[in-house]
């Protein structure tokens, strides 16, 4: 997703192509120690990315309703939580089975972050693809207090990028800061 907005980006400078190549599959001649060559094919394909806000197969950002098992990952429909469940199921089975280890009934209660992909990679015994270590750092929690992760119904999201989330009582002391800024939440 990045890198096709950076190949869009060098478009809209007035460039006939773009430059980065990033998508393309190139073959790279490695001369190995013994004077012998090898050709080494390198291809960069976008890497799935998940946040909470962007829907991870619509790839539209707006109101998402929230995996009602993990409760980390968001989808715009049905259709697109079910079109993403082979990939989410062992993910959110783990979350799940850790939040009952925990005795929580979000995860971020007391995980987040880098502890909480350390606590996903030992449970799963391998490191986290980009998306899952995502769905870590990017939950959808209060971004004053961090909480709220539990009722999801109880959150707001920012009415303008729909990627900030207040629980009320921090949403009415925004709104006040905001009446004074001019920014939008």
């Not at 082979?86 to 925990?102: A, F, G, Q, R």
């Not at 979000?106 to 490191?127: M, Q």
């Amino acid at each position: 997703m990045i890198m096709e907005q950076v190949q869009d980006w060098e478009l809209d400078t007035g460039k006939t192509e773009a430059e980065s190549d990033w998508d393309k599959i190139q073959d790279l001649v490695v001369t190995l120690p013994n004077d012998t060559t090898q050709t080494i094919r390198i291809s960069a394909e976008p890497q799935r990315r998940s946040w909470f806000g962007f829907c991870p197969i619509s790839m539209k950002i707006g109101s998402l309703k929230m995996c009602g098992g993990c409760k980390l990952v968001g989808y715009f429909g049905k259709e697109d939580q079910k079109a993403d469940w082979p990939d989410h199921k062992l993910i959110c089975k783990t979350v799940t089975n850790l939040m009952k280890k925990l005795g929580v009934k979000h995860i971020c209660e007391k995980l987040a972050g880098d502890r909480l992909v350390s606590a996903l990679s030992n449970e799963l015994g391998r490191a986290l693809k980009q998306d899952e270590m995502d769905i870590c750092h990017y939950s959808r929690v209060c971004a004053v207090c961090g909480g709220g992760g539990v009722n999801q119904d109880s959150l707001k999201n920012c009415s303008r990028c729909h990627c900030v989330d207040l629980v009320p009582k921090n949403a009415l002391k925004r709104a006040r800061r905001v009446m004074r800024s001019g920014v939008t939440y």
